[in-house]
Nanobody
Framework: VQLQASGGGLVQPGGSLRLSCRASGFIFRMNTMRWYRQTPGKERELVASISSSSFPDYADSVKGRFIISRDNVRNTLYLQMNSLKPEDTAVYYC?????????WGRGTQVTVSS
């Protein structure tokens, strides 16, 4: 299983970014996928989740601003982040939950600052 996240960067408050996570090594379309984020000294926080049938769920802190989606042809997970705030600054990770273990990609840094 490989998960490769990309798309992070520096953006001003109120701006937008789209994160991507390219998946391989498993049947992507059959799996729930998630985005987490983490800041130094804090536990990883679940940001958004999308089921195999594309049903989304969001943390209250990002509801109405972030959109999780998936492309089962390209085996890619997305996170569209709008109206970004400084408190959204974190390393963002994509994750595939599993019965025996979870699989994590390398994170991508998102920094929201003027």
């Amino acid at each position: 299983v490989q998960l490769q996240a990309s798309g992070g960067g520096l953006v001003q408050p109120g701006g937008s970014l789209r994160l991507s996570c390219r998946a391989s090594g498993f049947i992507f379309r059959m799996n729930t996928m998630r985005w987490y984020r983490q800041t130094p000294g804090k536990e990883r926080e679940l940001v958004a989740s999308i089921s195999s049938s594309s049903f989304p769920d969001y943390a209250d802190s990002v509801k109405g601003r972030f959109i999780i989606s998936r492309d089962n042809v390209r085996n890619t997970l997305y996170l569209q982040m709008n109206s970004l705030k400084p408190e959204d600054t974190a390393v963002y990770y994509c994750m595939r939950p599993g019965e025996a273990r979870s699989y994590w990609g390398r994170g991508t840094q998102v920094t929201v600052s003027s």
